[in-house]
């Protein structure tokens, strides 16, 4: 697993950094998706050491 880290914008217009564990980006994505229920991705995940 590797971690990524992203931004998300909440429904009530709260960003927020989040980090989550993945085997690529696209699935880090869709985890975080899962996570914050309506929420949007407003800094694309990338990969962290």
């Known amino acids: 697993m590797k971690k990524f880290k992203g ?3 909440l429904p009530n217009g709260v ?3 989040v ?3 993945a085997d690529n980006q696209y699935k880090a ?3 975080a998706k899962s996570m ?3 929420a949007k991705i407003s ?3 990338m990969q962290v050491k």
């Open 15 to 17: 960003t927020q950094d």
């Open 29 to 31: 994505t869709q985890l």
């Open 36 to 38: 914050y229920q309506g």
């Open 43 to 45: 800094r694309s995940f």
């Open 7 to 9: 931004r998300i914008q």
């Open 19 to 21: 980090i989550v564990e």
